[in-house]
Nanobody, 115 residues
Framework: QVQLVESGGGLVQPGGSLKLSCRAS????????MDWYRQAPGKERELVAR???????THTDSVKGRFTISRDNAKNTVYLQMSGLKPEDTAVYYC?????????WGQGTQVTVSS
């Protein structure tokens, strides 16, 4: 059973930074892709950033230049470095991985951007 455990969420002031971590129970280099989604209250879950097996990354337009997805294969961990945080970034952030044709999700970590 694959497990994804997120950490690093919290309360931060506008303009601040946070780094989310997603530790996987399986070697992450085997995953087809890993990404971060977020879901704000009353809104649909949206893709924030993705890293493919080969290392290619993509970021949704609203976070480009502010967020960066990366991974550490030795630690089986994917990160989301967030800077220049805005109140509209407030959401539960979920780690997702695709292994073959199966999708796995973490439990989510809350990020709140407020003064």
């Amino acid at each position: 059973q694959v497990q994804l455990v997120e950490s690093g969420g919290g309360l931060v002031q506008p303009g601040g930074s946070l780094k989310l971590s997603c530790r996987a129970s399986r070697i992450i280099s085997l995953y087809t892709l890993m990404d971060w989604y977020r879901q704000a209250p009353g809104k649909e879950r949206e893709l924030v950033a993705r890293i493919l097996k080969g290392g290619t990354t993509t970021h949704t337009d609203s976070v480009k230049g502010r967020f960066t997805i990366s991974r550490d294969n030795a630690k089986n961990t994917v990160y989301l470095q967030m800077s220049g945080l805005k109140p509209e970034d407030t959401a539960v952030y979920y780690c997702h991985a695709r292994y073959g044709v199966i999708d796995y999700w973490g439990q989510g970590t809350q990020v709140t951007v407020s003064s």
